[in-house]
């Protein structure tokens, strides 16, 4: 009790008042969306999950009177007491109010029954609603604990990659409960991780999806100037040589979003119709004029 009353103190001291009222509120929320898919949906088809509440999953199929959100709570006080003092402050504060968000919620939702009965249809939509409560969780600045920290941890002693520790972490539930549970759900619940992950980062850097592009043109310089003008967006000049002409000019490179990205064609063209242009995909953009770095979520990373 003396460990859990210190690692509470030194959570509130490392939030400012500005977490107290937009990023805690927004923490919770996530915490309660993501116990809704578990409650309302895994446990009503013996589904799995990755992480802790996997574990605690496959520990509540194993011996009903156990409930979830116990276990996930008990599990979770070890690794927060090990951790506290490996990561950062405001992140250890946010993990644990996700941590114990998600736990409450999980008790006091057991009720719900989302009634879906096709099993593919059911990990899709558990996978939906977990991916975006989560993500809240992770984009605010927390995490629901558990395997986030031991990766963080083996990786500051033993200099693991944090993805590879996560990413087998997560698989020892699926696991288990393949060998132990019921295989059939152990495989559905892998489409459940899988739709979950990805709108996890759908919600993490979906509103930041930008595309640069790469325009090789003899008027560089003209489409440069336009891009500043119109746009309001930076350019950068990259020096490129013609393998065949040997010919030296400017490759105009720029980052736009998708709203833009039209205008930008629609400008090149009026200026050199001949012009080549390179369209990437980009996942994130940090810096002036788009994410700004020391975003919360991604103090911890």
């Not at 496959?58 to 116990?70: E, T």
């Not at 996930?72 to 506290?84: H, K, Q, R, S």
């Not at 990805?198 to 993490?204: T, W």
Request: proline share 3%.
């Amino acid at each position: 009790m003396r460990i859990i009353t210190k690692l509470i103190q030194n959570a509130i001291r490392a939030l400012g008042k500005k977490d107290l009222w937009l990023t805690c509120p927004s923490v919770m929320a996530g915490g309660l969306i993501w116990s809704l898919a578990i409650n309302g949906i895994l446990i009503h088809h013996q589904f799995m999950s990755g992480g802790v509440s996997g574990f605690a999953l496959v520990i509540h199929y194993l011996f009903r009177f156990l409930p979830v959100g116990l276990m996930v709570f008990l599990m979770n006080i070890p690794i927060f007491a090990v951790g506290w003092a490996m990561i950062s402050g405001k992140f250890f504060a946010l993990s644990l109010l996700g941590m114990l968000s998600f736990s409450f919620f999980l008790t006091v939702t057991t009720w719900l029954h989302i009634p879906i009965d096709n099993p593919i249809l059911a990990t899709i939509f558990a996978g939906v609603i977990s991916g975006v409560g989560s993500g809240l969780v992770f984009r605010f600045g927390g995490s629901g604990g558990g395997t986030d920290i031991i990766a963080m941890v083996i990786h500051r002693y033993f200099s693991v990659r944090v993805g590879a520790v996560y990413f087998a972490l997560n698989s020892v539930p699926l696991i288990l409960g393949a060998l132990l549970i019921n295989l059939e759900a152990a495989l559905y619940s892998i489409i459940y991780v899988y739709v979950s992950g990805s709108v996890m980062d759908r919600i993490l850097t979906g509103f930041n999806q930008r595309r640069s592009v790469f325009i090789i043109s003899e008027k560089s310089s003209e489409i440069a100037n336009e891009v500043l003008d119109k746009l309001h967006r930076g350019a950068t000049f990259l020096k490129g040589e013609g393998a065949y002409t040997h010919t030296t000019m400017n490759v105009v490179y720029c980052v736009v979003s998708l709203f833009e990205l039209s205008r930008l064609k629609d400008l090149i063209s009026s200026i050199d119709p001949k012009a080549f242009i390179i369209i990437n995909e980009t996942m994130e953009v940090i810096g002036k004029g788009f994410e700004p770095i020391g975003k919360p979520w991604m103090e911890h990373i």
